[in-house]
């Protein structure tokens, strides 16, 4: 399996609720390195797995919106806690109908799954993969 991986980072606030979170209900900051990786068994005729400034630009892409923002006061996660694991299926999403439509660089059919990891320190990250057909 070849994967080729490109990181961005955001700056966003959130809260939760529930008591699981303690002092996490109240508003807070959080710096969050994101890494998307894209993964195929065989390279293409370019010899890639995808145009790594393309995949760059989608992870921008998918990311700019949520920058220094609330994410409590994003209407498409209204009644939903932002928790890192909540935010890496968001992000595989975007990334993968990017993928599916060959915005990438190549076939997305060619493309067997997308990993996508957020660092929340420098002790703590979550996951989701997932394969894209």
Request: proline content about 3%; cysteine-free; charged content about 20%.
């Amino acid at each position: 399996m070849f994967t080729v991986e490109v990181r961005d980072h955001i700056m966003i606030a959130h809260s939760f609720r529930g008591s699981v979170f303690g002092p996490a209900q109240a508003l807070h900051g959080a710096t969050f390195v994101v890494d998307a990786a894209f993964q195929s068994d065989a390279l293409d005729a370019n010899g890639i797995v995808v145009d790594i400034g393309r995949a760059h630009e989608a992870l921008k892409a998918v990311l700019g919106p949520l920058n220094y923002r609330n994410l409590d006061e994003v209407p498409a996660f209204k009644g939903v806690n932002t928790t890192t694991e909540f935010l890496t299926r968001h992000i595989f999403d975007h990334l993968a109908q990017a993928a599916r439509g060959g915005g990438l660089g190549r076939d997305g059919r060619e493309l067997k799954a997308i990993r996508v990891t957020i660092s929340e320190s420098h002790v703590a990250r979550a996951s989701y993969e997932a394969p894209l057909w």
